[in-house]
Structures are given as C-alpha cells and as structure tokens.
C-alpha cells in the first residue's frame, strides 16, 4: 500500500520515514485537508501497512481535481483527489495490466478554487 501526502504538508511522510512524530508549524498547499499534525495512532497502523508514502506537488493535486472532474463528473477537493494525482503523476510506471485503487474524497474544494476548475473544464 503506498500513501500519499501533498509536498506543502509533509508531516506525515517525515514522521513515517523517521519513525518519530514530526509536526510542521506551517501547511503550504491547496490540500490542508493532510494537516501540519499526524495522528500519533495512525501512524502507527501505517508501520504494518505501508509500504511507502509519495509525495505530489501542487500541480498534480490540480490534474488529480481535474481528472474528476472531466473523467467522473466529481468535484473533488484537494485532499481527496490526492490519490487520483499521484497515480496521473507516475502514470509512465504503470504497466497495461495494473491494478490501482484510491479513494476519491469530499466536494469542498475552496470558491476561487472551483471557480478556477470550472473555468478550465468549460473552456476546453
């Protein structure tokens, strides 16, 4: 299983890694939703679980929205589209025959932000 965490909110993928708690006093992305703070129990669930965490930068969380919206009709907010973008951003490691689950989440993506992904999808 891999998880997936916005670059501009990295705590989780720090603590994972270093296998200690780490928190950010500051969150740098769209996708707030990952927070600046993890679950100390979560985490530790994820020691039997994951098998890596990928980091996606803002421009992927944008495709990841986008995808939804013009693929599956789903109004995505940034956190929950944060699967569907790292699967787009490493679209060229996957194999015809792969399998690749990710849960699609929430429809409470910002004003200016669904104003700016509507104005995108009408305009193509």
């Known amino acids: 299983m891999i998880g997936i965490c916005p670059q501009g909110a990295d705590a989780t993928w720090q603590s994972w890694r270093r296998g200690t708690l780490v928190t950010n006093d500051r969150v740098d992305t ?20 994951v098998d890596d965490i990928w980091l996606v930068d803002e421009a992927s969380i944008e495709d990841g929205m986008r995808l939804g919206l013009e693929h599956l009709g789903l109004l995505l907010e940034p956190a929950g589209a944060l699967g569907l973008a790292a699967a787009y951003a490493r679209r060229d490691q996957w194999t015809q025959d792969a399998s690749i689950a990710t849960i699609l989440t929430g429809a409470n993506p910002s004003p200016t932000l669904t104003d700016s992904l509507l104005a995108a999808f009408t305009a193509n």
């Not at 996708?31 to 129990?41: H, K, M, Q």
């Open 30 to 49: 769209m996708a707030d939703g990952g927070g600046s703070r993890p679950i100390i129990e979560a985490l530790e669930d994820m020691r039997d679980l």
